[in-house]
Nanobody
């Protein structure tokens, strides 16, 4: 059973940076697409970025709102996926979750629906404020 644990959240000033980590255990990470979702108070959970499985070429995908600011990467030796977040703004404030999906066929990872993902971490809070 795959288990995911997020870390790296915190309070940062506008324009600052944070790096989130999603540590996996219980299964081989490279078989899974890993995504980052976020949920702000009173809003729906939205996909931020994802990285596809090895069989899908490890391709990446980003929401328009974070393109050019966020970078997702994976270190399979450490069974960890990272989300580097730069140029943060108050609109990025949310609880950030990592999630995993083991695709049945090779495909680009998706961000449109949380229900594509079967495994979830507990979340880490990111607050961008001066």
């Amino acid at each position: 059973q795959l288990q995911l644990v997020e870390s790296g959240g915190g309070l940062v000033q506008p324009g600052g940076s944070l790096r989130l980590s999603c540590a996996a255990s219980g299964a081989t990470l490279d078989y899974y697409a890993i995504a980052w979702f976020r949920q702000a108070p009173g809003k729906e959970r939205e996909g931020v970025s994802c990285i596809s499985s090895r069989s899908s070429g490890r391709m990446t995908n980003y929401a328009d709102s974070v393109k050019g600011r966020f970078t997702i990467s994976r270190d399979n030796a450490k069974s960890t996926v990272y989300l580097q977040m730069n140029s943060l703004s108050p609109e990025d404030t949310a609880v950030y979750y990592c999630a995993a999906e083991k695709p049945e066929v090779p495909r680009l990872c998706q961000l449109s629906s949380r229900y594509d993902y079967d495994y979830w971490g507990q979340g880490t809070q990111v607050t961008v404020s001066s």
